[in-house]
């Protein structure tokens, strides 16, 4: 199994990056997708969630109405659309998959099995 991001990269505050997920080596059918981000210092940091198959999406509340997670089953990728940067929101973001399934959220690095590698996302001020 494995999981690919990028677009991550370096951009002036109040401006935009898209992040992508390709996964591969399984079926995901039944998984939800999520991304977290880790800063400096920090915890990795839950920021949103997408059921596989492409609805039912949850965000945190920092990034709610600034960053949008889409994609799933049809194109074997999860998209983290992030608007209106600030500059604490750089960090390392990274993809990730749950197969535990069912209809509960999952918010908790834990509750997912398969990590992509990470992508720097800088936000300058």
């Known amino acids: 199994v494995q999981l690919q991001a990028c677009g991550g990269g370096l951009v002036q505050a109040g401006g935009s990056l898209r992040l992508s997920c390709a996964a591969s080596g399984r079926t995901f059918s039944s998984s939800d997708m999520g991304w977290f981000r880790q800063a400096r210092g920090n915890e990795r940091e839950f920021l949103a969630t997408?059921?596989?198959?492409?609805?039912?999406?949850y965000y945190t509340d920092s990034v709610k109405g600034r960053f949008t997670i889409s994609g799933g089953d049809a194109q074997n990728t999860v998209y983290l659309q992030m608007n209106s940067l600030k500059p604490e929101d750089t960090a390392v973001y990274y993809c990730a998959a749950s197969v535990l399934g069912g209809s509960i959220t999952y918010t908790l690095p834990y509750m997912y099995h398969y990590w992509g590698q990470g992508t720097l996302v800088t936000v300058s001020s």
């Open positions: 997408i059921k596989w198959s492409g609805d039912r999406t």
